[in-house]
């Protein structure tokens, strides 16, 4: 397949007596269709085309479909309508997460078509790296099983394989708790598999599972990549764009933003790892951003602290650190493990941002307005420990 279509235009110079002759290439964008949505090959061209050219308003176009998917599935229990606006996003930018969110909403069905397609879903999201990879190839593992089961199936023998297959290799990617595997109904009789015991001997040494430990969680922090150095948000920053590797719903009890998201028409909040900032035998700190999908260019961005018991995942405590709060206020912040520096701002527009638009503005300086600093105590309470008189979190449109 060729994936860039190009033209080459002539364009002739005079300069003096001398013609000089220039070569432009015009790329043509890779653009998928319905039919190749789950041609690896297809996809991954056509997202390299589209993230070469760095396409915001398809990304913006393609969030807006995802959430009202989201809505559909989470909100509304409308999963025929959740899988059409989840296709209709990966068509316009397809990313793993779409691809993930989809195959869990066409798992919901128990016919062979779905759970085949499900698996069609899941696979392309594996190629597109999403993570975490334990939690894909468990349900791989499940549906694959599922398949097995159904009347009259020529293969089953072949798939009770693979689920095994992938059964292990969800283990050895960290998704370890045994006690779950055991009791998932959609599992009923895999025990019973010549090949279970051996799967379950050979992960043996890498299983963790004991009671009272949230393997959930365990699997949830380890996502979030360590921050030996702290994490510095600067004004030019706080949209957080850097960031762009999604949190899946799967996760959304320990996302309470993510479990309360109200989604009207045009509107919708992701959620995106930056980074862990610290780990005790009693807690760990961790640092994630959402950004808020409208129409508009300048998306309202919070950045969260979250400080969580490591035992049961449950939250001790939270901060927003950071935010594009409005076009006009911010929130910058330094992060250094138990100390958290944080500043209010104002942006400074060369022109009235309601008489120009921002692409045609330019921010001339940034007001400081206040200043707090913070805490992380040993019980993991997130702690004020100075605060100018300018500082305040009214501003803010998120929960603390």
């Known amino acids: 397949m060729n994936k860039i279509v190009g033209l080459f235009v002539l364009v002739i110079i005079i300069v003096g007596c001398e013609p000089e002759v220039t070569y432009r290439y015009k790329a043509k964008l890779t653009k998928l269709k319905v039919e190749d949505i789950y041609k690896a090959d297809y996809v991954k061209n056509a997202l390299f085309d589209a993230e070469e050219l760095d396409i915001d308003a398809l990304k913006r176009a393609s969030k807006n479909e995802f959430l009202k998917g989201v809505d559909d599935l989470k909100n509304k229990n409308n999963i025929r309508g959740a899988i059409i606006h989840f296709k209709k996003a990966i068509l316009i930018f397809p990313e793993a997460k779409l691809y993930y969110e989809l195959g869990n909403a066409l798992a919901k069905f128990n016919g062979k078509v779905s759970i085949v397609e499900a698996i069609n879903a899941y696979e392309v999201a594996r190629v597109l790296d999403f993570q975490p990879q334990g939690m894909l190839d468990y349900k791989l593992a499940v549906l694959i099983y599922r398949l097995s089961k159904i009347p009259g199936n020529e293969y089953q023998k072949f798939h009770e394989a693979e689920a095994l297959h992938k059964l292990k290799l969800a283990i050895l990617s960290g998704y370890t708790d045994s006690v779950a595997i055991a009791k998932d109904p959609q599992l009923t009789g895999i025990e019973q598999l010549i090949g279970y015991k051996y799967v379950l001997l050979s992960t043996s040494s890498i299983q963790h599972q004991s009671e009272g430990i949230n393997n959930m969680f365990t699997i949830f922090k380890k996502l979030f990549p360590d921050q030996p150095n702290g994490i510095l948000i600067t004004p030019e920053e706080v949209e957080m764009k850097k960031y762009n590797q999604s949190i899946s719903y799967d996760f959304a009890k320990f996302i309470p933003e993510m479990e309360s998201s ?68 911010i929130r910058v912040a330094k992060l250094y493990e138990d100390k958290i520096e944080v500043e209010d ?38 702690e004020l420990t100075q605060k100018s008189s300018g500082f305040s979190d009214s501003l803010l449109m998120a929960n603390n």
């Open 262 to 329: 109200s989604f009207g028409r045009d509107v919708g909040a992701d959620f995106f790892y930056v980074g862990k900032l610290k780990e005790t035998t009693m807690y760990t700190a961790i640092v994630y951003t959402s950004v808020t999908f409208a129409e508009e260019i300048m998306q309202p961005v919070f950045t969260q602290l979250v400080v969580y018991e490591n035992k049961s995942g449950k939250i001790l405590s939270s901060k927003t650190v950071a935010c594009n709060c409005s076009p006009e206020s």
């Open 345 to 382: 701002m104002n942006r400074i527009w060369e022109k009235p941002i309601n008489t120009v638009s921002f692409l045609d503005n330019k921010i001339s300086e940034y007001k400081l307005n206040g200043s707090a600093t913070y805490m992380i105590t040993e019980g993991g309470e997130i």
